[in-house]
């Protein structure tokens, strides 16, 4: 079965840091994977989305993920952090045979400090 | 201005009584879906429909209910049965029904509490 696991539920770094945002995978096939955002008491809004064309996905807002079979991995970064960025970040999986179903982690909280 | 709306924003639940939560899109999608929310726990699936008049229980379906009568409308009832219903709801739908990989695009989302 899939999982996904988000390391740190909350990370806080300093305008014009670096952002990084862990996500690790389970799949037995190869897998599709997402970034969502989202901002208090707002829906999701979609980041980026790995579909194989490319291991390095660049998204919205200056995010980017760069798929790595071997770590199993699809880290979520930023060069430089802005205040608008503090949200919660959610890493997703398609399910292997379950059509559109998507498996979410349990979110990171990124804080953006001045 | 194509998109997923939710109502309402805010819903109080009397203990024993049933509360209904809208989902409407205009995407044209054929699928959609209805997810808990609840802090620390990430998003959990409740209830699917990839076509009309059609649906499947996701992993927490139990105390709750929807019906997909039209393409465009997939409300949520949360029943009596539901002991802990407080939490925010999101709605999601996606292009085709079945397919590996599709976007969801979500609802703004509902915010069930219990008086």
């Known amino acids: 079965a899939q999982s996904v696991t988000q390391l740190g539920s909350h990370v806080s770094v300093s305008e014009g840091a670096l952002v990084l945002l862990r996500c690790n995978y389970s799949?037995?096939?190869?897998?599709?994977l997402f970034w969502y955002v989202q901002y208090p008491n707002q829906g999701l809004q979609l980041l980026l989305k790995?579909?194989?064309?490319?291991?390095l996905v660049k998204g919205i807002n200056g995010f980017e993920a760069e798929f790595k079979k071997s770590e199993t991995s699809f880290h979520l970064t930023k060069p430089s952090a802005h205040m608008s960025d503090a949200a919660e970040y959610f890493c997703?999986?398609?399910?292997?045979?379950?059509?559109?179903?998507?498996?979410f982690g349990q979110g990171t909280e990124l804080s953006v400090k001045p | 201005d194509g998109g997923i709306t939710q109502s309402p924003k805010y819903l109080f639940r009397k203990e024993g009584q049933n509360v209904t939560l809208s989902c409407e899109q205009n995407?044209?999608?054929?699928?959609m879906y209805w997810y808990r929310q609840d802090p620390g726990q990430g998003l959990r699936l409740i209830y699917y429909?990839?076509?009309?008049?059609?649906?499947q229980k996701g992993d927490i379906a139990e105390g709750y209910s929807v019906s997909r009568e039209k393409k465009e409308s997939f409300p949520l009832t949360v029943t009596s049965a539901q002991k802990n219903p407080t939490a925010f709801y999101l709605c999601?739908?996606?292009?085709?029904?079945?397919?590996?990989?599709?976007?969801?695009?979500f609802g703004p989302g509902t915010r069930l509490l219990v008086l």
């Open positions: 999601a739908s996606s292009t085709t029904q079945g397919a590996r990989g599709e976007t969801q695009y």
């Open positions: 799949s037995s096939v190869p897998p599709y």
């Open positions: 790995y579909t194989s064309a490319a291991t």
């Open positions: 997703a999986v398609s399910e292997d045979n379950q059509g559109g179903k998507l498996i």
């Open positions: 995407l044209n999608h054929d699928a």
């Open positions: 429909s990839q076509i009309v008049n059609d649906f």
